[in-house]
Structure formats: C-alpha cells, structure tokens
Nanobody
Framework: QLQASGGGLVQAGGSLNLSCVASRSVNSRYTMAWYRQRPGNERESVATISGNGVAEYEDDVKGRFTISRDRAKNTVYLQMNNLKPEDTAVYYC?????????WGQGTQVTVSS
C-alpha cells in the first residue's frame, strides 16, 4: 500500500502539503498520481506526474495544486494552495492507472469556509 499523509483541517485560502512514500521500484517506474474522494462522489484523479517529471492537473486544481516527486526520498508530494471548501476529501496516492493493491487509507483534508 501507498500511505498518504499531511492532511488536516484548514481554513479556506490556506495550504497543505501532502506526502506519499513509495518503494523505490514504484517511484522509479510508474507515473504517480494523487486522487481524492469527495463526500458522496467517486474517487477522481487530481494530479499526475510522469517518470520524467511532466505534471498534469484536473481543471479545478490547476494553478492551485503542484505535484512533485523526490526520487532520493521515494516520495511524491502534493502542495495545495488557496484551498476551497470543495477540496474537502480523502486524498490518496497511487500509480496512474491505479493498482488496486496500492490503495492505502488516504489522508483527510477538510477545508472550512
């Protein structure tokens, strides 16, 4: 499993930085992604980063979220700025496309208005 961490409660406009530690083999071989599941919704991808560092974002997080990876630490990050109440969700990391066995518990992000 890939364990995400760094979530919490923040006011609208605030920031959080999520982390996800993966094994060296996963972090070096796969496109990695951050996903989220908002209350009552299906899990969705919000940001991906390829093996050569090319990042892509869903429209509603563009300009606010930044995905990055540190190969030396086998870690993928999601810097989230200017958070909105609609960003409230459980956030997960996984490969893209996701591998079922890699879903972890996720980390809760709650944005208050």
């Amino acid at each position: 499993q890939l364990q995400a961490s760094g979530g919490g409660l923040v006011q609208a406009g605030g920031s959080l930085n999520l982390s996800c530690v993966a094994s060296r083999s996963v972090n070096s071989r796969y496109t990695m992604a951050w996903y989220r599941q908002r209350p009552g919704n299906e899990r969705e991808s919000v940001a991906t980063i390829s093996g050569n560092g090319v990042a892509e974002y869903e429209d509603d997080v563009k300009g606010r979220f930044t995905i990055s990876r540190d190969r030396a630490k086998n870690t993928v990050y999601l810097q989230m700025n200017n958070l909105k109440p609609e960003d409230t969700a459980v956030y997960y990391c996984n490969t893209r496309p996701p591998l079922p066995s890699y879903w972890g518990q996720g980390t809760q992000v709650t944005v208050s208005s």
